[in-house]
């Protein structure tokens, strides 16, 4: 037996893992991502420039279009969550969310900004107020608070959260696939499936991978400026930067591997609560009151310049053109291209929020940490740099490295606080890396739910690799200014995106509104079999003429016979429409006519019905469908199964609120004729 057990794992050694990875994206994307590493890798100063220069030419040029893309994502989530779209749960009606509100902010918090408030939220505040957009600014902190909330905050989450309610949406309403490809699904249809999808998918998975690997790398620098504060290392050099890299990989690939539920989940709940205790931690032996009185009136500051801030791109102020490229649209441009990754993970932890409720949360609840992170970190960078430090903080802003120490050092424990910043630090890139992981794999074993656990250590020990690479060849510039090129492709896309989601939101509003038919509410399931037969077959121009020469018209005809025994002229007319149409005509003197009239609608059968082998069977791609119409113009109804003295009944009761209504002082006004009584 030992034998056996021996022999049996020594062969599976040397036999193929089993994988889920897809022909199709797969391996096109790493075809393309080894090809870009090795650019980047061996010239990365011939590669740099010339990206460098592509890149100053679409900010110069395309700014604008940056900006109406980032302004249009917001204002249609707004849209979408103030309306009754709003309602549509991301899933099945019965289906509840997966993960607690808590663990779900934390998840999509630590995956979405994390390490940005590590490295940005001391340092760029303090940029804005010694480098401010425009000379002429007279209160330097407080636009620097306002332009550091405009970057970080709704606009900023609505590139995020657009990208993730797109992917939920189609995956857990329409039972789609979580991937790029399925928010096309209204405008091709099956063709996501061929060569446009695939193409989505290896942008997608090369955008992802890019995205973490020079975050990853640049943030690596900053964890060893922190080691070389404190006196952990003795200087910033390659080998620390290696060993960093591959320790942060090595947790991030366990927590992949443990999945969301597991590692993920876990990690960004204690991220997130270390990052509460160090934030009330500075707010309290900070200036409190003058923290506490600048985030309200950031807030406040923010809100009235909102739309203004939405949509400004310095067309009228050539001075701040420079600061307006390399801060406002380079963030549009790095939230876009982060927005695949960040997007597909948020999507994934999302099922069973109604759209409303995802909007709001994903917009307003890390806005509104963010608001406060960069104030207490930020005005209190400031604060202390003209009350404390004359000055210290400002002269080492272009250092942001080491800015956000060098801030703590100001505090009692200081020593304390920039170690536990370190391992909050470490943790950012830990949770963003392993979401990172999770999508990559994803995207790249075609959204199957369940792959090997190879494949999330392959990922993973890629990202290192390739990280590692070009930090020694110094490609990590290159590399980051392609992945801001590729914001713009991805940008257009994700508008397509977005008509493909309105769309399909109309046809889910459409389809949950549509009642039982009119015919069959009051039904008591008479003459079944004669039913069914009728439901099983689509009226043709023949059968719909007998619908009028069998029940309409004879029904009218009764009743026209019965109202003039009560005194009252009922007409009929017909073809009032244009087309096959017979109406029955009460004329009135100062009030608006009664009319109940019939009329047909040429309806198109969809091809899915056609096609399908279990369906009744179609010879034409039309049928057409006897609908009612009234003298309020209200939208009417299918009244192909009602039989003539269903129809007679059915005209009664429109005639009994026609009269009730008109009785009524002033709901009669509603149904006086005008022309006739400006005409008396």
Not at 438 to 461: C, D, E, H, R
Request: a neutral charge; hydrophobic letters at 50%; proline letters at 4%.
């Amino acid at each position: 037996m030992l034998f056996l057990f021996t022999k049996k794992h020594f062969m599976s050694l040397f036999s193929i893992p089993k994988t889920t990875l897809t022909r199709n994206v797969a391996f096109p994307g790493l075809i393309v991502l080894f090809s870009l590493t090795f650019l980047c890798a061996l010239f990365p100063n011939q590669i740099g420039k010339a990206l460098n220069i592509i890149q100053e030419w679409i900010y110069t040029n395309l700014s604008w279009l940056y900006i109406l893309l980032v302004s249009s994502f917001l204002i249609l989530l707004f849209i979408l969550a103030f309306s009754k779209i709003g309602n549509i749960r991301l899933g099945a009606d019965n289906s509840t969310p997966q993960y607690s509100f808590f663990s779900w902010i934390s998840m999509l918090f630590a995956a979405g900004m994390g390490i940005g408030l590590m490295y940005f939220g001391v340092a760029e505040p303090m940029s804005h107020y010694v480098n401010p957009s425009l000379p002429t600014v007279v209160n330097r902190a407080k636009e620097a608070q306002m332009a550091t909330f405009f970057h970080w905050g709704l606009h900023a989450w609505s590139v995020y959260a657009i990208v993730g309610l797109i992917l939920a949406y189609f995956s857990f309403r329409y039972k789609l696939p979580l991937s790029i490809r399925s928010g096309l699904y209204p405008l091709i249809k099956d063709r996501i499936n061929g060569p446009i999808g695939h193409t989505v998918d290896v942008f997608a998975l090369v955008s992802t991978f890019f995205g973490v690997a020079t975050s990853l790398g640049f943030g690596v620098v900053q964890l060893n400026a922190g080691l070389v504060h404190l006196g952990i290392v003795s200087e910033s050099n390659f080998i620390f930067q290696s060993i960093i890299i591959i320790v942060v990989s090595s947790v991030a690939i366990g927590s992949a591997v443990a999945g969301v539920s597991k590692g993920v989940k876990r990690l960004s709940e204690i991220n997130l609560t270390m990052a509460i205790l160090l934030l009330v931690f500075v707010l309290a032996l900070g200036p409190t009151t003058f923290l506490l009185s600048a985030f309200s009136e950031g807030i406040g500051h923010y809100i009235n310049r909102f739309a203004d801030l939405t949509f400004n791109t310095f067309a009228f102020e050539a001075d701040g053109q420079g600061w307006f490229t390399n801060w406002t649209v380079m963030y549009w441009a790095w939230w876009i291209s982060w927005s695949p990754f960040v997007g597909l993970f948020i999507a994934r932890i999302s099922k069973g929020r109604t759209i409303r409720e995802y909007v709001l949360a994903v917009l307003l609840v890390p806005s509104l940490f963010i608001f406060l992170w960069m104030t207490v970190f930020g005005n209190g960078a400031i604060y202390i740099d003209t009350h404390i430090a004359h000055g210290a903080l400002s002269a080492v802003a272009d250092n942001p490295d080491v800015l956000l120490f060098t801030f703590l050092e100001y505090f009692p424990l200081a020593k304390p606080l920039c170690i536990v910043t370190l391992m909050m630090i470490a943790v950012f890139f830990v949770t963003s890396a392993d979401s990172g992981i999770l999508v990559m794999n994803s995207i790249s074993s075609g959204y199957k739910p369940n792959t090997p656990a190879w494949q999330n250590v392959f990922w993973g020990t890629l990202l290192a690799l390739i990280a590692i690479a070009l930090l020694y060849a110094g490609g990590l510039g290159s590399l980051q200014a392609m992945t801001l090129i590729s914001a713009l492709p991805f940008g257009l896309i994700m508008i397509l995106l977005c008509f493909g989601l309105i769309r399909a939101v109309h046809t889910d509003v459409l389809y949950y509104s549509i009642k039982i038919p009119y015919g069959s509410r009051n039904w008591d399931g008479s003459s079944w079999k004669k039913r069914l037969g009728q439901i099983i077959t689509f009226s043709q121009k023949t059968g719909v003429q007998q619908f009028f020469t069998e029940k309409v018209r004879p029904a009218f005809e009764e009743l026209q016979e019965e109202f003039a025994k009560n005194g009252i002229d009922a007409k009929i007319i017909a073809g009032t429409r244009g087309k096959l149409s017979l109406e029955l005509r009460i004329p009135h003197d100062r009030i608006q006519n009664f009319r109940y009239g019939v009329s047909v609608e040429r309806q198109t059968i969809s091809d899915y019905l056609i096609d399908d082998d279990n369906t009744p069977y179609v010879d034409s791609d039309t049928h057409y469908v006897p609908v009612t119409y009234y003298s309020d113009g209200r939208s009417g109804y299918d009244i192909q199964y009602l039989s003539k003295d269903e129809l007679i009944a059915d005209v009664l009761r429109e005639y009994e609120r026609y009269i009730t209504l008109v009785a009524d002082e002033q709901k009669a006004m509603m149904f006086v004729d005008k022309k006739k009584y400006h005409s008396n």
